[in-house]
């Protein structure tokens, strides 16, 4: 008798586990919005942000300083948006002359901070260029690129993207804001987003499943490995120069190191996607292909493929964050600093920690999820033994021979 029905079931309440698993979290997640920030930055009698439009430059003029030429421009502003909008100011700005420096033009989007100084007068100064317009643009090229050649994984993906930046931005960021251990938080969230972006992008099916499972397991291990290596490093965090003002702005009410450990946690998450799904989908088609397929086969096979994409990976990564720190890398190049004196500057050793962390977490994932998915669907085997070969059939007229 078979009982691959029974197996179906099993799979089932599984897949419903982990999907009842993350609506209790997305459950505490929609709890979390109305939490109290700590540090809130936007308190009356703070300087309040603009967007404002350069109708005339009214001067421009190079000054000598100890610093080099600065160039001081009067502008004419009109704000656009807003209790003042319509209303016009009138400010100088001032630019140190540097290469692909960008200078005001009449029509120039920017956004500018207006408030009070203790004597009661009102100053205004511009704090970037308006640039949303570009950036809306590239997003919709990048969804239509992704829907084009993906077709309907391509929308899925889209789905579970937004959800992921919709959990960062209702939950982590709040939590955290609100003092939550950051560690915790994460963990949390990346439960919640590894469910909805690998179920949304590959199915409800084992192989998913199999994924999830030994994607959560890494990063744990990640995480433990990442706490152990940031405290034997005395690692304080600050080695971004961003922490200074989150500590001001927070009122020191932030844990800026275990901020750097969740930022840890949430960059390995994208790429594990690719190499656990990955992993359970090259054993599945193996097992697929072979029926009789043993457990150890199985795991071999389906590693020395993974193998192969952990070399790709771990080489992906180290130049990932190598381009993201390539300016502090060419400080440190072009100084007389040596290697052994560089790695102890905060900033250096934060970046080989996220590095290696991160790379060991990946290089774990492939055998972890390889494991868990070839003894899955080895027990699966077990419980669902090949059929006897059916009888030899013979011609009608087999007795008269």
């Not at 003092?179 to 199915?203: C, E, K, N, Q, R």
Request: aromatic share 8%; hydrophobic share 50%; net charge negative.
């Amino acid at each position: 008798m078979s009982r691959q029905p029974y197996m179906s079931l099993a799979a089932r309440w599984a897949h419903w586990g982990i999907v009842l698993l993350l609506l209790g979290l997305a459950s505490l997640s929609a709890c979390s919005s109305g939490a109290e920030v700590a540090g809130n930055v936007s308190e009356q009698g703070s300087p309040r942000t603009y967007d404002a439009v350069v109708t005339k430059v009214l001067r421009e003029n190079a000054v000598q300083t100890t610093e080099g030429i600065e160039t001081h421009t009067t502008i004419e502003l009109e704000i656009t948006n807003g209790e003042r909008r319509g209303e016009r100011l009138t400010l100088e700005q001032e630019m140190i002359n540097v290469p692909n420096a960008q200078t005001l033009q009449p029509g120039d989007g920017v956004m500018i901070e207006v408030g009070q100084n203790p004597d009661g007068s009102e100053f205004a100064y511009i704090t970037e260029y308006i640039r949303r317009a570009p950036l809306y643009w590239l997003f919709a090229l990048f969804g239509v690129v992704t829907i084009v050649v993906a077709r309907k994984r391509g929308m899925a993906s889209l789905g579970g993207m937004a959800l992921s930046f919709l959990i960062i931005f209702q939950f982590i960021i709040p939590q955290i804001l609100a003092g939550g251990d950051p560690l915790i938080v994460v963990m949390a969230g990346a439960a919640v987003i590894i469910a909805v972006t690998f179920y949304l992008s590959h199915g409800l099916n084992r192989k998913t499943t199999a994924a999830i499972v030994g994607t959560l397991i890494a990063l744990v291990c990640t995480g433990i490995l990442a706490v152990i290596f940031i405290q034997a490093a005395r690692l304080s965090g600050f080695g971004a120069e961003e922490t200074v003002f989150l500590t001001r702005a927070s009122e020191g009410a932030l844990n800026i190191q275990g901020l750097y450990l969740a930022g840890i946690l949430i960059g390995l998450l994208g790429i594990l996607d690719d190499i656990t799904v990955s992993q359970a989908a090259i054993a599945f088609q193996l097992k697929a292909a072979s029926p009789q397929i043993r457990f150890s086969e199985l795991y071999t096979r389906t590693m020395d493929v993974g193998k192969d994409h952990i070399a790709s990976l771990v080489n992906t990564l180290v130049l990932v964050y190598a381009g993201a720190a390539l300016p502090l890398l060419l400080l440190f190049g072009s100084s007389a600093v040596s290697f052994d004196v560089a790695i102890n500057f905060e900033m250096i050793a934060e970046e080989i920690v996220r590095t290696l962390v991160a790379s060991i977490g990946l290089i774990l994932a492939v055998p972890i999820t390889t494991f868990i998915t070839a003894a899955w669907l080895s027990r699966a085997r077990q419980r669902n033994p090949a059929p006897y070969p059916p009888p030899p059939s013979f011609p009608p007229d087999w007795r008269e021979h």
